[in-house]
Each structure stands twice: as C-alpha cells, then as structure tokens.
C-alpha cells in the first residue's frame, strides 16, 4: 500500500509506521507546521514530505493523489477533516486517538481521562467520518492509569502503546481493502 501520513507536531508515530510498516511504503507526509518534528523525521528517514495550511484541503487531495495513495494515515494531525477530503478518499482515512473511543473525544484527551479519576483509559484507531472521533472503530487497546501518573507519564505509556496498534490497524485496513 502507498500510505499518505498527516502530521502537526513530533511525528513519533509517523516515525514507527515507516520503521514497523515495511511491506507498505510511506510515499508523502503532510504537516500544517512548518518546522515540526514530523519534518525532521522525514528528512532522517529521506520521505518526501511538504507544508500545507490545514485549510488548504483542495492542496491535500492534489498532493494525495498525485502520490497515488492508497490510504491516508492522520498520526497526530490536529485539525478536523472536511467532508470534501473525507468524500475524496472514501474509507481511506484513518485517524488515532489517544483515549477509548467514544470517550474522551476532541481535544486533551489524556489529560480529561487523568482528572476523571478512571483507573483506566486508552488509545483507538478508526476510520475517519464527519462526526469528530466518531467514525467506525478499528481497533483500540486499554492503558491502565496508574495512581501516581501525571500527564507526562500516562501519555508515555499511551503513546507505547499507539506505537503497538498502528501498524497492526494499517494492516487491518490492507486485508478489508483488498477483500
Ligand atoms: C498522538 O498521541 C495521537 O494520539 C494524538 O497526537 C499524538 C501525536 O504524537 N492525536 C490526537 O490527539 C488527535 N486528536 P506524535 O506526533 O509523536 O506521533
């Protein structure tokens, strides 16, 4: 598969799908900030990558395209997708979400979990629709919060485990896309 990554901010989790991902090519990566840690990585690891405006969509499904992709991977992309970039790429975008959906969706995810006092949140993967976080689940895995977490610690351990299910949610969509 040709995947399209779109990032905003360290891009870890970019950089785990082109380690793990290796049947699979990251041909583009797509960040709306100039000089984040996604662009770093990309330079590291030689992936075409390029700067587009969030709100310049008509720019994203051009570039998508043009790379021929196969499924869009939105990992840490901070700004909602339009109808049109969804229509364009029709259960070809997947998005990951730092909590176990459908809570905690939008924003502060990790940190509205930790002062909800639960004893357990979560990381999920799914399909992108144009309800906010609330497109069809593809597989999610439960972070245990630990009494003494704070919000570093517990993103720690939630981004442990994101780096686990990606890849293997990519792989998932792979099967159902070629049945
Ligand atoms: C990840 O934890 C991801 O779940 C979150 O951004 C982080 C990106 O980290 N995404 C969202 O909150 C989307 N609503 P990374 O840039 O190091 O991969």
Redesign the pocket.
């Known amino acids: 598969m040709r995947l399209g990554v779109m990032?905003s901010?360290?891009?870890?989790?970019?950089e785990n799908i082109v380690r793990t991902c290796r049947d699979d090519e990251v041909v583009i990566m797509i960040h709306n900030k100039e000089k984040c840690?996604?662009a770093k990585r990309a330079d590291k690891f030689g992936i075409p990558h390029t700067h587009i405006k969030s709100k310049n969509e008509d720019l994203i499904i051009d570039v998508m395209n043009a790379w021929k992709v196969d499924l869009i991977v939105l990992?840490?992309?901070?700004r909602i997708i339009s109808p049109k970039l969804i229509e364009a790429f029709p259960n070809r975008i997947i998005?990951?979400?730092?909590s176990m959906l459908p809570k905690y969706k939008g924003?502060h995810?990790i940190e509205r979990a930790l002062e909800s006092g639960d004893d357990k949140t979560g990381?999920s993967v799914h399909y992108v629709n144009e309800e906010l976080?609330g497109g069809e689940v593809i597989l999610q895995e439960e972070v245990p919060i630990l009494p003494y977490d704070d919000v570093e610690s517990l993103?720690k351990a939630?981004?442990r485990q994101?780096y686990a299910i990606l890849p293997l949610a990519i792989q998932h969509v792979k099967h159902q896309l070629q049945t």
């Open positions: 990032c901010g360290n891009g870890t989790n970019f840690g996604a990992a840490g992309w901070m998005n990951l979400h730092p924003l995810a990381v976080d993103t939630i981004q994101e």
